[in-house]
């Protein structure tokens, strides 16, 4: 009997470390066919204007272990299966993490929707009051930061959290080496007339790729910040919200703050602030939006590559053309075009050629005319400003503009104002007609 009880412990034993080391292979395959279609938020959702791409989830089962240091979460008791890193979606097209219900509860999340064996789509939501007392602190993948509910007061001057990576936290587990933020909802104070955020501020601080400073109307956008791997090179971001005196006091915001582990096939190149993986959608500068008005629109001081996923074989030609307005709003207003003899604006016309294009453009490397036959044979152009998105010179239509230099990836770059340079950028004050201030662009992209 003593010996039949000591087999049965010692299977015991070697069962439990087995299950220690790795997911259970039937968990394993259950969760990977039910959450292959789960996703974080990515470009253009049907409710959002962006979709969802997959995701691919890493399985962690460790039921023993334990954080290496306190945090705001990893204090808590975890459930039996914690699995960082799952993402899921709603029925209300919110981005969670699958986890068992009480689990869900302890990390002060709402249960929305199921995933397989049980378990939720855990809903985890931050806000704060926006003061130095409630500076909040967050750990867990796939988390919404909110404005406050009462709305950003007059004394207040910002609002800020900090994103905590260290794969030594039981709630991250593994090297995280890209954090994306998808702007759900983003609304603060508009650029001044020479195109400066001079008055509300969004930054970021510990990214080790360049984040610009943004402001005004960013719905649906997105930005991708590297970091080091959090196993060897815990790193803590700060998201800034900078208010200054605005004749506007609504100011709201949910960003949805996703980690991106180092070895996931979602990691953006190191070198692009923005990443599509889609084969077609909208690309926007920060701040674009379909309004009437004249007033500037476009942000300075912005420098960074806008990247499409590739698929070796696949795709042939990333295809570019101006999206379709409702409003008076231009979808493509880069730094007006002058002339070369006198410098006459050229108002409603592409560039003459590259020395056009010193203020403010985008870069589409070697981009050709599609629909709007080039006048020279197999003309080809890499950087475009004006009113008008077209290769040829001084045209006055916009057309779609293709490349097949692969990776695909643009280029989009601003100086630091509209009017104080030698050569303005936007429309001169004509005959008391104020002047009409660049805009950025809005293009709908074709990967194919």
């Known amino acids: ?40 938020v990515v470009e253009n959702s049907s409710q959002y204007g962006f979709p969802t791409t997959p995701w691919l989830p890493y399985y962690f089962f460790s039921p023993m272990m334990q954080p290496q240091y306190t945090s705001a979460l990893s204090t808590r008791t975890w459930g039996t299966l914690f699995v960082p890193f799952t993402s899921c979606t709603s029925p209300m097209r919110e981005t969670g993490i699958c986890e068992e219900s009480s689990t869900c509860t302890r990390l002060g999340g ?3 929707g199921s995933c397989v064996n049980g378990r939720v789509c855990c809903i985890n939501v931050v806000t704060n009051t926006c003061d130095e007392a409630d500076r909040k602190v967050i ?19 910002s609002c800020a959290i900090t994103v905590k990576l260290d794969a030594k936290l039981a709630e991250q587990g593994k090297a ?24 509300d501020t969004f930054d970021v601080a510990g990214a080790s790729n360049k984040i610009p400073t943004i402001c005004g109307d960013n719905d649906g956008q997105h930005m991708y910040l590297n970091v080091p791997p959090s196993s060897t090179s815990p790193t803590d971001l700060q998201l800034t919200f900078n208010f200054g005196a605005n004749s506007n006091p609504i100011r709201t915001w949910n960003i949805l703050i996703s980690m991106i582990p180092c070895d996931s ?13 889609a084969s077609s959608g909208m690309i926007k500068s920060f701040n674009w939006r379909d309004f009437d008005g004249t007033t500037t629109r476009q942000l300075a001081n912005q420098d960074y590559s806008i990247c499409f996923r590739t698929a070796p074989g696949f795709q042939r030609s990333l295809c570019l053309t101006p999206c379709k307005v409702t409003s008076t709003q ?3 207003s880069i730094s007006l075009a002058k002339a070369i003899a006198d410098g006459a604006p050229l108002i409603d016309q592409s560039q003459l050629g590259s020395i056009n294009c010193n203020n403010d453009f985008l870069v589409i490397p070697g981009g050709k005319n599609i629909g709007n036959p080039a006048i020279q044979t197999d003309i080809a152009f890499d950087r475009y400003c004006g009113e008008r998105l077209n290769a040829l010179p001084g045209n006055a239509a916009s057309t779609t503009v293709c490349t097949t230099a692969t990776p695909f990836r643009l280029l989009y770059r601003t100086n630091g104002d509209e009017t104080l340079t030698d050569t303005t950028d936007i429309d001169p004050n004509v005959g008391g007609v104020p002047s009409n201030g660049n805009q950025g662009f809005c293009l709908s992209f074709r990967n194919q």
């Open 1 to 40: 009997m003593l010996i039949n009880n000591v087999l049965e412990l010692s299977l015991l034993l070697v069962i439990s470390y087995l299950r220690a080391g790795r997911a259970d292979p039937e968990i394993t395959e259950n969760i990977a066919a039910d959450e292959s279609k789960d996703s974080i």
């Open 110 to 112: 709402r249960a929305s």
């Open 139 to 157: 750990t867990l993948d796939n988390t919404y930061w909110q404005s406050p509910i009462t709305g950003i007061s007059s004394f207040i001057t």
């Open 176 to 199: 995280v080496c890209q954090v994306r933020l998808n702007f759900v909802l983003f609304s603060i104070g508009q650029p001044d007339s020479e195109s400066v955020c001079n008055t």
């Open 265 to 277: 096939a979602n990691l953006a190149p190191s070198d692009c602030l923005q990443y599509f993986t």
């Open 330 to 332: 231009k979808p493509f």
